[in-house]
């Protein structure tokens, strides 16, 4: 296989872009590596597949001797795609790792799908001129719409995906804008506690949040309804976002200092206190002095937050958060990468329109070069 790698000739992996999500997505060896693992403490299992890839000569008995967790192991050399496979009994078909060829970039259906079995399998399949290939876990989605290639290029090393697409010089076609429009206009209101994704409740994460008899800073002032405990939530709230307690709805509306509107917890486990604007990025700090410190309507202040990124993918200035009300807005500030938003529930994340403030729904997983960020609620265990 890396004997593939270093031919002139490879086109099928020649662009990796990685598809938002919570498992393991690499590309080592020549090959581009999806393993059904989640992204936080898999390592092992990670290292020991990439092992095996770098052993000379055909790194299939080494794969299939391999331990762990399914995965699927492929690589596009020029006429044909080679992929390696193995599943786990009882998987259901729309959870198993999935290898598709599409003919095109705008193909609407696959014209050949590998699902992985509990055994190991192998085959190789030829690859025509403008095909793209998609490694998912459960069903392929449709290349163009969902993932564009610019969503990541990924050169080498892993990062969190749902799964990788795997782009030609043929196959790359200067895409128009993805509309997202799919968004609901008024986002969330706390009824019930939304299915967050098991890389973030693996998560551990120590963060101060005020007190909520502290001296509240010059923030804005806002109009809401007070839980039993005199915690403030937004009008529409049914429960109190602190503690849990019901709202009554009925109530009058009181207004007191904004509280924090949630936590933004990253994929290391590092987590933010939402109560200012913010702008998110690998180096936002100039950014953010540029505007004096101010938040997008003058009224606040606007915080840098660094992330660091392994992949290359995070612009110096990525993502802007901010607050309108009780509502947390997501805009991308014209990233080079993309910023992709799965809402609470949703099956496929969706691409941020540059400029474009979309509402955030608490559980929203954001995905930012290689990094995610989940939204929580700032009520803590
Ligand atoms: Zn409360």
């Given at each position: 296989m890396?004997?593939?790698?270093?031919?002139?000739?490879?086109?099928?992996a020649?662009?990796?872009?990685?598809?938002?999500?919570?498992?393991?997505?690499?590309?080592?060896?020549?090959?581009?590596?999806?393993?059904?693992?989640?992204?936080?403490?898999?390592?092992?299992?990670?290292?020991?597949?990439?092992?095996?890839?770098?052993?000379?000569?055909?790194?299939?008995?080494?794969?299939r001797?391999?331990?762990?967790?399914?995965?699927?192991?492929?690589?596009?050399?020029?006429?044909?795609?080679?992929?390696?496979?193995?599943?786990?009994?009882?998987?259901?078909?729309?959870?198993?790792?999935t290898v598709?060829?599409?003919?095109?970039?705008?193909a609407?259906?696959?014209r050949?799908?590998?699902?992985?079995?509990?055994?190991?399998?192998e085959?190789?399949?030829?690859?025509?001129?403008?095909?793209?290939?998609?490694v998912?876990?459960?069903?392929?989605?449709?290349?163009?719409?969902?993932?564009?290639?610019?969503?990541?290029?990924?050169?080498?090393?892993?990062?969190?995906?749902?799964?990788?697409?795997?782009?030609?010089?043929?196959?790359?076609?200067?895409?128009?804008?993805?509309?997202?429009?799919?968004?609901?206009?008024?986002a969330?209101?706390?009824?019930e506690?939304?299915?967050?994704?098991?890389?973030?409740?693996?998560?551990?994460?120590?963060?101060e949040?005020?007190?909520?008899?502290?001296?509240?800073?010059?923030?804005?002032?806002?109009?809401?309804?007070?839980?039993?405990?005199?915690?403030?939530?937004?009008?529409r709230?049914?429960?109190?976002?602190?503690?849990?307690?019901?709202?009554?709805?009925?109530?009058?509306?009181?207004?007191?200092?904004?509280?924090?509107?949630?936590l933004?917890?990253?994929?290391?486990?590092?987590?933010?206190?939402?109560?200012n604007?913010?702008?998110?990025?690998?180096?936002?700090?100039?950014?953010?002095?540029r505007?004096?410190?101010r938040?997008?309507?003058g009224?606040?202040?606007?915080?840098?937050?660094?992330?660091?990124?392994?992949?290359?993918?995070?612009?110096?200035?990525?993502?802007e958060?901010?607050?309108?009300?009780?509502?947390?807005?997501?805009?991308?500030?014209?990233?080079?990468?993309g910023?992709?938003?799965?809402?609470?529930?949703?099956v496929a994340?969706?691409?941020?329109?540059?400029?474009?403030?979309?509402?955030?729904?608490?559980?929203?997983?954001?995905?930012?070069?290689?990094?995610i960020?989940?939204?929580?609620?700032?009520a803590?265990?």
């Amino acid at each position: 296989m890396t004997s593939q790698a270093e031919a002139p000739a490879e086109t099928g992996a020649q662009y990796t872009s990685v598809l938002p999500g919570d498992r393991v997505v690499a590309r080592t060896h020549g090959a581009v590596l999806v393993v059904d693992a989640p992204a936080v403490g898999a390592s092992a299992e990670v290292a020991a597949l990439s092992t095996a890839l770098a052993a000379q000569g055909d790194p299939a008995p080494a794969l299939r001797a391999a331990p762990g967790p399914p995965f699927a192991v492929v690589t596009g050399s020029g006429s044909s795609v080679h992929a390696l496979l193995r599943g786990a009994p009882d998987t259901l078909a729309d959870r198993a790792l999935t290898v598709a060829v599409f003919e095109s970039a705008t193909a609407a259906e696959p014209r050949l799908v590998l699902r992985a079995e509990a055994e190991f399998v192998e085959r190789v399949a030829p690859l025509p001129r403008g095909a793209v290939v998609t490694v998912t876990v459960g069903p392929p989605p449709p290349p163009g719409p969902v993932c564009g290639p610019t969503a990541l290029h990924l050169l080498r090393g892993s990062v969190p995906g749902a799964g990788a697409v795997l782009w030609s010089d043929d196959s790359l076609r200067p895409q128009g804008e993805v509309e997202t429009d799919v968004f609901a206009a008024d986002a969330p209101t706390n009824e019930e506690p939304t299915g967050a994704s098991p890389l973030f409740a693996a998560t551990e994460y120590d963060v101060e949040v005020p007190a909520e008899g502290a001296a509240p800073a010059a923030g804005p002032l806002v109009e809401g309804r007070r839980c039993a405990f005199g915690h403030l939530n937004a009008p529409r709230a049914g429960y109190c976002t602190r503690c849990g307690a019901l709202v009554d709805r009925r109530a009058p509306l009181e207004t007191g200092p904004r509280p924090p509107l949630g936590l933004l917890v990253a994929d290391d486990g590092s987590a933010f206190v939402v109560e200012n604007d913010m702008l998110i990025g690998r180096d936002p700090v100039d950014q953010v002095s540029r505007r004096g410190g101010r938040s997008f309507d003058g009224a606040g202040r606007l915080h840098p937050v660094v992330l660091q990124d392994r992949t290359g993918a995070l612009s110096r200035a990525h993502l802007e958060l901010r607050i309108d009300g009780w509502q947390l807005l997501a805009v991308d500030v014209g990233s080079a990468n993309g910023t992709w938003v799965r809402p609470p529930g949703a099956v496929a994340p969706l691409r941020l329109p540059v400029g474009r403030p979309v509402p955030l729904a608490t559980g929203s997983d954001i995905h930012l070069g290689g990094r995610i960020l989940q939204l929580q609620d700032v009520a803590t265990a």
